[in-house]
T-cell receptor, first 118, second 110 residues
């Protein structure tokens, strides 16, 4: 089974520029998450989608960050304009809405996009 | 107060040692608990779920104390390959977004 795919893997931009990240979840996974992981911290949720609808975007800085999942499959996260403090790894994760009895809805993470803002 | 707090580490232990990590959480309504492992410059991966009855997977044992809002992970007979960051994770229920602690770094040395 193919895992969560993300691109690009690395991106370096100057502050005030724009950047976009792409994520393709595991096939059939209805739930998709974007997390931000700053160096030395645990991942922090930015936005959660169920199919093409937003479940939770309470921690998304909406003045500069946007995300979409138009067809309920792959997703794009955009930052415009970027700030120095946006330097982080952006992790995409997906999970199924079905699970065998006695198991949990495991979230599978992609390799992340490492963003450096200079 | 952060929702999930962990020992900051780093923990440097020799091969074969037993090491324990602790974690506390602030939201008493939390229902699902996990330990994730994250290797350097890699994505987090689920290590094990944590239940009130305690659970064991080989050399790894996880415990949950709901009354104290405390989670632990014990690693016995440490291997070099156990070197990683261990992330304590809490969520309102399975299927919801994960709340991660900062992680505890473990280095197992020969």
């Amino acid at each position: 089974e193919a895992g969560v795919a993300q691109s690009p893997r690395y991106k370096i931009i100057e502050k005030r520029q724009s950047v976009a990240f792409w994520c393709n979840p595991i096939s059939g996974h209805a739930t998709l998450y974007w997390y931000q992981q700053i160096l030395g911290q645990g991942p922090k949720l930015l936005i959660q989608f169920q199919n093409n609808g937003v479940v939770d975007d309470s921690q998304l800085p909406k003045d500069r960050f946007s995300a979409e999942r138009l067809k309920g499959v792959d997703s794009t996260l955009k930052i415009q304009p970027a700030k120095l403090e946006d330097s982080a790894v952006y992790l995409c994760a997906s999970s199924s809405t079905r699970r065998p009895p006695g198991t949990v809805y495991e979230q599978y993470f992609g390799p992340g996009t490492r963003l450096t803002v200079t | 107060r952060k929702e999930v707090e962990q020992d900051p580490g780093p923990f440097n232990v020799p091969e074969g040692a037993t090491v324990a990590f602790n974690c506390t959480y602030s939201n008493s309504a939390s229902q699902s608990f996990f330990w994730y492992r994250q290797d350097c410059r890699k994505e987090p991966k689920l290590l094990m779920s944590v239940y009130s009855s305690g659970n064991e997977d080989g050399r790894f044992t996880a415990q949950l104390n709901r009354a104290s809002q405390y989670i632990s992970l014990l690693i016995r007979d440490s291997k070099l390959s156990d070197s990683a960051t261990y992330l304590c994770v809490v969520t309102p229920n399975s299927g919801y977004a994960l709340n991660f602690g900062k992680g505890t770094s473990l280095l197992v040395t020969p």
